[in-house]
């Protein structure tokens, strides 16, 4: 499928995605500072910079994006143009981010995942990604997954 702008327009367009402070990103963290949980943001001195640290339970959480790390579901599409460059981008993604958690885990941090996909689309239920994450930091276990 041949792009429906040109590779200057698109390269403005991919230029303007930001890693940080993301929609879901905030969404995630006014649900869990409403529920009464305090954190800090991208800790750089933790494996693949969470997005959000919690050290009174030692967990992180990480807010993934379902394009930029591959996540097979709906929202999931891969691109038409440069195939090539975005199975590797996308591959090296998601062995970046099976580091970040195998490291984490090893020292002893707990490993929370928030897919976009939770969070977007019709009859999505924006508390229940909350009350998911909120069950599992009173619940001491190692690793959670929230997804579509």
Same mark, same amino acid.
């Given at each position: 499928?041949?792009?429906?702008?040109?590779?200057?327009?698109?390269?403005?367009? *991919?230029?303007?995605?930001?890693?940080?402070?993301?929609?879901?990103?905030?969404?995630?963290?006014?649900?869990? +500072?409403? %529920?009464? /949980?305090? /954190?800090?943001? +991208?800790?750089?001195?933790?494996?693949? &910079?969470?997005?959000?640290?919690?050290?009174?339970y030692h967990a992180v959480v990480f807010v993934h994006g379902c /394009?930029? %790390?591959? +996540?097979? !579901?709906?929202?999931?599409?891969?691109?038409?143009?440069?195939?090539? /460059?975005?199975?590797?981008?996308?591959?090296? $993604? =998601?062995?970046?981010?099976?580091?970040?958690?195998?490291a984490l885990l090893a020292k002893g941090w707990r490993v929370g995942?928030?897919?976009? !996909?939770? *969070?977007?689309?019709?009859? &999505? $239920?924006?508390?229940?990604?909350? =009350?998911?994450?909120?069950?599992?930091?009173?619940?001491?276990?190692?690793?959670?997954?929230? &997804?579509?």
């Amino acid at each position: 499928m041949v792009d429906v702008v040109d590779s200057a327009t698109r390269s403005r367009m *991919m230029s303007g995605i930001r890693g940080r402070n993301t929609k879901p990103e905030i969404l995630i963290r006014s649900l869990l +500072h409403r %529920h009464g /949980f305090r /954190f800090r943001l +991208h800790a750089r001195d933790l494996p693949g &910079k969470p997005d959000i640290v919690l050290p009174r339970y030692h967990a992180v959480v990480f807010v993934h994006g379902c /394009f930029w %790390h591959g +996540h097979d !579901c709906p929202l999931f599409k891969w691109p038409g143009t440069r195939p090539d /460059f975005w199975r590797e981008k996308i591959r090296r $993604n =998601q062995a970046n981010d099976n580091r970040a958690r195998e490291a984490l885990l090893a020292k002893g941090w707990r490993v929370g995942i928030v897919w976009e !996909c939770a *969070m977007r689309g019709a009859g &999505k $239920n924006i508390e229940g990604v909350a =009350q998911s994450l909120a069950d599992w930091l009173r619940s001491g276990a190692p690793l959670i997954e929230v &997804k579509e």
